[in-house]
């Protein structure tokens, strides 16, 4: 079935270091990605999405590309900051899972200053 | 404009017990998923109400209903509680395009509601 697995954490980093998080799929048909961020105590908030392959989602500074090749949909930021400290969440959704969202396990992220 | 509220925030039962939860989506939005996050765990799709009929459904018991009123607000309702039904549960809403374009709609969350099951 359609899944999702991305890296174990917890990542832990440095004011202004870069950021890679992996995130790699299973999926039939063509999957729209997606990274959702959930800060400590609140819900989930959707970060960027892609919804084809070589699309690039961005957003306040992050960005991820949809690799079809690689079935691959890394996170990634150039300079993180204490305030991107965070639990981060890629998912799927395929026209054959409806429109629930599949998400992997999840990867905490801790920014030291 | 408010987004998708959920209440309550938190909740303690007891095994055997029911519980109902709440959601109101994001003005403007028409469709409502329910899903469960475990501690640790990424959120798995419970199911999905639009036009007020369950229209899809993970892989969750007959004990998860639920229902949609014509406000599109929603409910999750949980039977007979198991220790293992403690979990944060998140209402998710979306906009339902009218003539299936093969696009996704994204989903905006709320902030869940936490529920201990003793």
């Known amino acids: 079935g359609d899944s999702v697995t991305q890296m174990e954490g917890p990542v832990t980093l440095s004011e202004e270091a870069f950021l890679t998080i992996n995130c790699t799929y299973t999926?039939?048909?063509?999957?729209?990605l997606f990274w959702y961020v959930q800060y400590p105590g609140e819900g989930l908030q959707l970060l960027l999405k892609?919804?084809?392959?070589?699309d690039k989602g961005s957003n306040k500074g992050f960005e991820a590309t949809y690799r079809k090749e690689t079935t691959s949909f890394h996170l990634e930021k150039g300079s993180v900051q204490v305030s991107d400290s965070a639990v981060y969440f890629c998912?799927?959704?395929?026209?054959?899972?409806?429109?629930?969202?599949?998400f992997g396990k999840g990867t905490t992220l801790s920014v030291s200053s | 404009d408010a987004g998708v509220t959920q209440s309550p925030t938190h909740l303690i039962k007891t095994r055997g017990q029911q519980v109902t939860l709440r959601c109101s989506p994001k003005s403007g939005h028409d469709t409502v998923s329910w899903y469960q996050q475990a501690l640790g765990q990424g959120p798995q799709f419970i199911f999905q109400y639009y036009e007020e009929e369950e229209r899809q459904r993970g892989n969750f018991p007959d004990r998860f209903s639920g229902h949609q009123f014509p406000n599109y607000s929603s409910e999750l309702n949980v039977n007979a509680l198991l220790l293992g039904d403690s979990a944060l549960y998140l209402c998710a809403s979306s906009f339902r395009h009218t003539l299936v374009t093969g696009a996704q709609e994204t989903q905006y969350f709320g902030p869940g509601t936490r529920l201990l099951v003793l």
């Open positions: 892609a919804t084809k392959a070589d």
């Open positions: 999926a039939t048909g063509y999957p729209s």
């Open positions: 998912a799927l959704t395929t026209n054959q899972a409806g429109t629930a969202l599949i």
